[in-house]
C-alpha cells in the first residue's frame, strides 16, 4: 500500500474527524487543492511550513484509495508533490498520530510504514 502524507493542525484534524471529511487547511483552501507530501518529503515540508510546532497530526493516506482527483505535480525544486483536487474522505486514511517534536525541535516522524 503506498502511502502520502498530511501534517495537519490538531484541532483541525478533530474537527475533519468529526465531519467524517477533510476540507483542507487555510492553505489548501486558498490554493484550490490538498498538499501532501510523500515519506521523503514529509520532514522538508515540516521544517519549512510548521517549525516549532508541537500542535500537529501527522495523517497517512491511501494513494489508491484517492482515484484520478489525486495529481502529481511539481513543487520545490521540481519535485513532483501529490495534491488532491477534492474533500479528503476519511475512509482514505490509513492512520493519523501526533506528530511531536524531539528535543532539537525537529519533527519525529517515527516509522511512515505503521
Not at 72 to 95: C, D, K, M, T
Amino acid at each position: 500500500m503506498a502511502l502520502i502524507f498530511k501534517i495537519v493542525a490538531a484541532e483541525e484534524w478533530r474537527v475533519a474527524a468529526a465531519a467524517g471529511v477533510f476540507l483542507g487547511g487555510e492553505v489548501d483552501r486558498t490554493d484550490g487543492y490538498i498538499h501532501f507530501s510523500t515519506a521523503a518529503q514529509a520532514p522538508e515540508t515540516a521544517a519549512k511550513w510548521f517549525a516549532g510546532r508541537a500542535d500537529l497530526t501527522l495523517v497517512a493516506v491511501e494513494v489508491d484509495a484517492l482515484g484520478p482527483p489525486l495529481r502529481w505535480q511539481p513543487s520545490r525544486g521540481g519535485a513532483l508533490f501529490p495534491h488532491l483536487y477534492g474533500p479528503l474522505p476519511l475512509a482514505a486514511v490509513a492512520w493519523a498520530r501526533p506528530l511531536p517534536l524531539n528535543i532539537d525541535g525537529r519533527h519525529d516522524f517515527g516509522d511512515l510504514a505503521c
